[in-house]
């Protein structure tokens, strides 16, 4: 799957969880952008996330995030 | 050595003088300078425990450099080393925090058996400062296994960190990603820095001073002896309460911000208006940032991370367990255990309906509105100060009691002539003051724009503290977590 391919699902699964009316990630995008994306919505949009893509994360990947790219990366890393 | 006294800004002359002159070109030098002051500081408060801080900073020293080794090649040792850091930090504090209270507990409960476990003169000295030092050390280890730092190898800076006097009594817990990279470089005197810094020391000084110290004339007179009390007293005490722990510690942490301000370096805000707060979740966002982040980052989330499959109810769990936390991290009572308790409860009922409520604001644009607002900041005020008098009182059922007298007998109060006379316009001062902050970013008194009215706020707080303050020298209220 294409990096654009995973954000495309990405926004709309943050569409979806965070209750937004549009959205728009970038690699740089973090939760200090978002006002709906608190720590209880994060742990919904991870849920969501592994649910879509069909895997687990582990808690220290999940940990280690800063940015959504990074988030990406993980994605992209168990997609392989 | 209290951040109030002579003797203080007598070290700090003596500390600060060589830092900006004889060793302003070397920051490697200014490091060592202040890792000595820090001991030297640390001595000072407790000498017996040098020891166990140097001890516990070499071995962290050693793990953080051994997991990031491990971290890409071996990252099972990595994660054992990382367990190891926490295991330690958590036994240390737990041994000299807590072990001597379950000895205790459990001679009681031996003793309702009619056993005699001989055990009720157990006692072990706690560190000072140690709830606030065992977190930085945490979070380096945590930290570097996350791959959010480097550790650092230069061990005197990693000292210096850990040791920093400033902060090493009663916080902000600063975090290694943010402290460390500021003593990778020398610190020049600044006057922008030296201002910023004077007038948070003073803004510091008179909420300690005025406010805290004279509320406390009241308040211990009313809550240590409530059985003497009527209803109004207690109502009034419990209620400056609140106002006296949080100019205490805000007054504090305003000084230790300062006084590093001054030597150049910045450390973590930890307050942030939180009386302004429209519920008790955000208060917590608001208040004690430094150590709610840290069990933000480090417990609430990795637990909600692990519970993430049991829907809102693992989340529910994660807050609770956050809350119990935060409240037995001041010390070993179930009154503090109880207070956690109360919040994490308070803080359940708040995210179980938090996604109706901002549908609800949103709907009709409240967030904004003034009859919404306010009453709502009201209520945080009252929830927070109902869990404050379960945190002061020494006893489960002295907390109980004291809500208990609420509910009846009340009269013409108890009167203390410098509480009110002081403290109560202190404190109308300092509600104007966050209030003018929230809505106009801190353009006003101290950080006016015009040099006259900054000065002039300067003077009146100078005078306020030398003629209305209490000198006495209290001892802040966090210096014994």
Known sequence: MERQEIFDQLNEIFIDVLDLDECNLTDETSANDIEEWDSLSHIQLIVAIEKKFKFKFSSLEIMKWNNVGEMVNSIEEKLK | ?481
């Open chain 2, 1 to 481: 050595m209290v951040v109030n006294s002579i003797i203080f800004w007598l070290f700090f002359a003596v500390v600060s003088l060589p830092y900006f002159v004889l060793l302003r070109k070397s920051y490697k030098a200014q490091n060592l300078w202040l890792l000595l002051a820090s001991y030297f500081f640390y001595g000072w408060a407790d000498w017996k425990m040098i020891p166990l801080l140097a001890i516990i900073t070499i071995v962290f020293y050693w793990l953080g450099l051994q997991i990031k080794k491990n971290n890409k090649d071996n990252p099972k040792r990595a994660s054992h080393l990382t367990t190891l850091g926490v295991v330690l930090g958590v036994g240390v504090l737990f041994y000299f925090k807590y072990l001597g209270f379950f000895v205790q507990e459990f001679a009681h409960l031996f003793e309702s058996f009619g056993l005699n476990a001989h055990l009720s003169t157990f006692s072990i000295i706690m560190p000072i400062g140690i709830s606030f030092f065992t977190f930085k050390l945490i979070s380096y280890v945590l930290e570097i296994h996350r791959e959010n730092i480097q550790p650092t190898k230069d061990f005197i800076q990693f000292a210096t960190f850990i040791a920093f006097f400033p902060t090493i009594l009663s916080g902000p817990i600063d975090r290694p990603g943010e402290f460390i990279p500021q003593l990778n470089k020398s610190r020049q005197f600044d006057y922008d820095n030296v201002a910023e810094g004077t007038r948070r020391i003073i803004w510091g000084l008179f909420l300690k001073v005025c406010i805290a110290d004279r509320l406390f004339g009241y308040t211990s007179a009313v809550l240590d002896n409530y059985s003497h009390h009527n209803a109004t007293s207690i109502l009034i005490a419990v209620l400056l309460y609140s106002f006296e722990m949080y100019a205490d510690f805000s007054g504090y942490s305003e000084m230790a911000i300062g006084v590093s301000q001054l030597l150049g370096l910045k450390v973590r805000e930890n307050f942030h208006r939180p009386f302004l707060s429209q519920n008790t979740s955000e208060y917590w966002r608001r208040w004690h940032m430094s150590l709610t982040t840290w069990i933000t980052d480090y417990i609430y989330m990795p637990l909600n991370v692990r519970f993430r499959n049991l829907g809102q109810y693992g989340m529910y769990i994660a807050i609770f367990i956050n809350l119990v936390v935060i409240g037995a991290w001041h010390g070993a009572n179930w009154t503090y255990v109880l207070f956690g308790a109360y919040h994490g409860i308070i803080l359940i009922i708040i995210a179980a309906t938090e996604r109706k409520r901002r549908k609800f604001e949103k709907k009709y644009s409240l967030k904004k509105k003034a009859y919404y607002k306010y009453p709502r900041i009201l209520i945080t005020f009252l929830l927070v100060t109902v869990g404050l008098i379960i945190f002061r009182a020494s006893n489960l059922s002295e907390s109980f009691e004291i809500m208990q007298r609420l509910t009846y007998g009340y009269g013409l109060p108890f009167v203390n002539k410098t509480a009110f006379v002081f403290g109560i316009p202190f404190i109308l001062l300092l509600i104007f003051k966050e209030f003018k902050d929230e809505n106009k970013y801190n353009i006003h008194f101290l950080h006016s724009k015009r040099l006259s009215i900054r000065i002039a706020s300067i003077i009146i707080l100078l005078i306020c503290v030398f003629l209305c303050g209490n000198l006495d020298g209290g001892q802040f209220i966090y210096f014994q977590f």
